[in-house]
């Protein structure tokens, strides 16, 4: 059986801890809530009734697809296509080609960054292997005009930002929404999260400053996981309803 991701591969290393997707989940819903076609999930209803499932949906789609053979992972990948397909055809509009491009790249960006603020830094290698992985879902996905190696693709990420990012109505109802369902101490955390994370540029649209409480906080989080203690920690960081599905983001996906 052929992999999608092979078995060393650092994706899969990525990929494999909760606290580094967790990271992945709280940088990407900060470009979510900023990017302009951020009105499609605004479509459904899905995103303001249910901000945390809708991005951890995301990510865990994304953890499938690293775990999974490559005819398992190519059939999720058609399938995430069809879904965005009919909502394209109930709503009479067709979802640009850089919309899609945006949310791959945050995969992109927020695996490195994330693994980088939580592990160690990682060699060109494997940043050009966590790229790798990503630019063959997005050409499954059938999206064009994919930057063909790493480097590139750098070149292209901050053209995106500068091109595809923009305040709005939704970014404000977005952020009131995630202090809603998560609560002001929580809500907290997550903006700390964002500010060790996100681009510069980002940080700018959002206001948000280049101090964060969790500076101080990770390297005690780091020694806590030597002793057991980081899930005492992911759980007091995330509501109770979501325990479960933090649990699972722990499970390597076969």
């Known amino acids: 059986m052929e992999l999608f991701v092979k078995e060393n591969s650092i994706v899969r290393e990525i990929w494999g801890k909760s606290d580094t997707v967790l990271f992945i989940f709280a940088g990407a819903s900060a470009e979510f809530a900023l990017n302009k076609s951020v009105d499609w999930l605004y479509y459904t209803g899905k995103l303001p009734s249910d901000p945390l499932g809708r991005l951890f949906s995301t990510v865990k789609y994304a953890k499938f697809i690293v775990f999974s053979s490559t005819d398992e992972a190519n059939k999720s990948i058609d399938?995430?296509?069809?879904?965005?397909?009919?909502?394209?055809?109930?709503?009479?509009?067709?979802?640009?080609?850089?919309?899609?491009?945006?949310?791959?790249?945050?995969?992109?960006?927020?695996?490195?960054?994330?693994?980088?603020?939580?592990?160690?830094k990682l060699?060109?290698?494997?940043?050009?292997?966590?790229?790798?992985v990503f630019y063959r879902v997005g050409i499954r996905m059938g999206l064009t005009e994919l930057p063909p190696t790493y480097n590139k693709w750098l070149l292209e990420r901050e053209l995106h930002l500068i091109e595809?990012?923009?305040?709005?109505?939704?970014?404000?109802?977005?952020?009131k929404q995630y202090k809603?369902?998560?609560?002001?101490?929580r809500y907290k955390m997550l903006i700390e999260s964002q500010k060790l994370l996100v681009p510069k540029y980002v940080k700018k649209l959002l206001q948000l400053s280049d101090f964060s409480i969790l500076s101080i906080i990770i390297p005690i989080y780091k020694l806590s996981r030597n002793v057991k203690l980081?899930?005492?920690?992911?759980?007091l960081l995330l509501p109770s309803e979501y325990k479960t599905q933090i649990n699972e983001l722990d499970m390597r996906t076969r």
Not at 180 to 185: D, E, N, S, V
């Open 79 to 120: 399938i995430l296509r069809k879904i965005h397909g009919t909502v394209e055809q109930n709503r009479g509009a067709v979802i640009p080609d850089w919309a899609y491009r945006d949310v791959l790249f945050m995969l992109i960006y927020y695996s490195i960054a994330s693994y980088e603020l939580l592990e160690r």
């Open 123 to 132: 060699t060109y290698h494997e940043k050009e292997e966590v790229y790798n």
């Open 164 to 175: 595809n990012l923009e305040p709005s109505k939704y970014t404000f109802d977005l952020f």
């Open 180 to 185: 809603k369902h998560l609560g002001a101490f």
């Open 230 to 235: 980081d899930k005492f920690f992911k759980n």
